[in-house]
């Protein structure tokens, strides 16, 4: 049952927000939004637990599991907690991947409200994008005084489900009235530049700035032009104003828990909002978040755009594992998202496990580079037998593990990973980030830096037009930004077909982009997509609603 309104109340009260002043906004009977402005800011003192997880399978590994179940185990001990997680993606709801809520006992609430918007964040990410669309295309059908070449238009336009189709699109098409037709693209909303700086604000003013600052292509005279020159950022900003604001839901055991903000982790930076993360460090002692994909990505992104952007400080990493994801990636078994699972997954397999541990070893040292001491986690499911949980701790403890733990969250709640929660509150250490690289020196040595240190890559092959693309960008004064690397989360590699297993590589690098809002380049390593499609079978062929009682179903 979902947590009312009412029963909200004493939660905003536990934050230290009087739930009948104006910083509390309630949103119809199951969530609320936090004016954090209006409730004002104060130290930020509690300790910050980190969430990442080795290279995902497509039977999902529990990252958002255990991030609900860690944080209710830590108030069951004593340690006062809130959970800090991303709003899920709207698309692959009705996709392959399903909703983004936890699951079992260990969920955040009301999962279908949740899953389908919560309260418009998303809607109004892409409203504000697709005005700044509109009134590019504007500008140039009434005269095009800033003399935007339509041939270097960078910014597309979004929608908030998986549409293959629109990868690819020309406007503009008709009589002079409907525009100049010109090719473009578009993207799910949570790609969109507008998403990555709604994550990494910190107030209405470095809102407005930021969106502001968002370069939308070139002129003839290969000039950058910005938001602000097309008079769209004061617009972006007011589609914006209730976005800005935390989202307050509960889980099931009552856990205070923000929701905001839901930026990919393998084409942007993969994690909740430094606003809302920030702010519940200065009420809450313990502060638990989670980060997109394995530590490659969203753990990476962490540090070194939103840890190095807002200052802080985490006290402790904990990786997530599956000891089924460990036969998939030695090859024994095999995943498909549809598909019924192999029998062998239930077969006890300590040499596989081994094989597959490989993979846990290539994140623990990543983990371990960026300072915090690290506490592995085996998302148990009752198939997996003493001797394989045995054979991940040998691989934990000799990778550099500060803490080893099972949890069983999902059917057991909070008291399923009481076991995970001291072993993270008898390692946590708040500790100075070590960045994966440096901001000294150029884009191409930034790139190198990361994908030696941190992807274990032997070099980067930069390519001829990436190179005159850095050349352009550093130009430009954009080459100091931190970057933000596009890589499968499929693989150790930047090959989706490597698998999990780490080999030695050499990071490819196609193309970069200038992200001057969001405050970051993007790097192309491969051909990722910015708009997913719909599979044979998508999410979406089960749902509907009850048109009698307005159940929902399929969600």
Known sequence: MAISTHALAPLAGQLGIDPSG??????????????????????????????SGITPTPLGEGKTVTSIALSMAMNRIGAPTVACLRQPSLGPVFGAKGGGTGGGKSEVLPPALINLGLTGDGHAVGAAHNLLASMIDAHMRHGNEL?????????????????????????????????????????????????????????????????????????????????????????????????????????????????????FANIAHGNSSLLATRWALTRSPWVVTEAGFATDLGLEKFYDIKARAGGLRPACVVIVAT?????????????????????????????????????????????????????????????????????????????????FACHTGFNDGGAGAEELAREVVKVARTSDPVFGYDLEG?????????????????????????RKRIAELTAAGCGSLPICVAKTHLACTANPADGGIPKRFTLPVRDLQVRAGAGFVTVLTGELTTMPALAKRPNALGMDIDPDTGALIGV
Request: hydrophobic share 45%.
């Open 323 to 403: 000891i089924r994801a460990f036969k998939v990636h030695a090859g024994v078994i095999k995943a498909k998202l549809g598909q019924a699972l192999d029998k062998a997954i239930e077969e006890e397999n300590v040499d596989a496990v081994t094989r597959g541990a490989e993979n846990l070893k290539h994140h623990l040292r990543i983990a371990t580079g960026f300072g915090a001491p690290v506490v592995v986690v085996v998302n148990r499911f009752p198939s997996d037998t003493d001797a394989e949980v045995a054979a991940v701790e040998a691989v934990a403890r000799a990778g550099g593990a500060a803490g």
């Open 22 to 51: 104006a910083a509390y906004i309630p949103y119809g009977h199951h969530c609320a939004k936090l004016d954090t402005f209006a409730a004002g800011d104060g130290d930020v003192d509690g300790k910050l637990i980190v969430v």
């Open 442 to 466: 150029g884009l191409d040595r930034r790139i190198e830096q990361l994908a030696t240190r941190v992807y274990g890559a032997d070099g980067v092959d930069i390519s001829a037009d990436a």
């Open 147 to 263: 003399g935007l070449d339509p041939r270097r238009i960078t910014w597309p336009r979004t929608c908030p489900v998986n549409d293959g189709a629109l990868r690819k699109v020309i406007t503009g098409l008709g009589s002079p009235l409907n525009g100049m037709p010109r090719e473009t693209f578009f993207e799910i909303n949570e790609a969109s530049e507008v998403m990555a700086i709604l994550a990494l604000t910190t107030s209405r003013a470095d809102l407005r700035r930021r969106l502001g600052e968002i370069i939308v292509g070139q002129t003839f005279a290969r000039e950058s032009v910005k938001a602000e020159q097309i008079g769209a950022a004061g617009a972006m900003s007011l589609l914006l104003r209730d976005a800005i604001h935390p989202n307050l839901v509960a889980t099931t055991e009552g856990t205070p828990a923000l929701i905001h903000a839901g930026p």
